[in-house]
């Protein structure tokens, strides 16, 4: 199983950038796809979930700002993230959950699969 993700960059406040992550290796559409970032030295957080049905959660920190979304055709799961702010910056990870139509998606729970990580940076 490989999660690619892309779209990282460098951006200043105010700005807009949209992250990717496609699947291989594994089928897609029944199970749980999230986003989560990490800050050096800190504990990698929660960001955004979408379950298998298309049911979106988010992290209060990006509510309103950040959308999530996913294309099963694709094998793909988007970030779109706005109005960015210099505390977003990380490195953003995706990740799948293990278990079909899984439980605790939305908790951050059962992600037993991560891509490698994509760096965003926002100046201010």
């Known amino acids: 199983v490989q999660l690619q993700a892309s779209g990282g960059g460098l951006v200043q406040a105010g700005d807009s950038l949209r992250l990717s992550c496609v699947v291989s290796?594994?089928?897609?559409?029944?199970?749980?796809m999230g986003w989560f970032r990490q800050v050096p030295g800190d504990e990698r957080e929660f960001v955004a979930a979408?379950?298998?049905?298309?049911?979106?959660y988010y992290a209060d920190s990006v509510k309103g700002r950040f959308t999530i979304s996913r294309d099963n055709a694709k094998k793909t799961v988007y970030l779109q993230m706005n109005s960015l702010k210099p505390e977003d910056t990380a490195v953003y990870y995706c990740?799948?959950?293990?278990?079909?139509?899984?439980?605790?998606?939305?908790?951050?729970?059962?992600?037993?699969?991560w891509g490698q990580g994509t760096l965003v940076t926002v100046s201010s």
């Open positions: 990740a799948q959950q293990s278990g079909a139509y899984g439980i605790g998606w939305s908790a951050g729970r059962g992600y037993d699969y």
């Open positions: 290796g594994r089928t897609f559409r029944s199970y749980a």
């Open positions: 979408i379950n298998f049905s298309g049911g979106t």
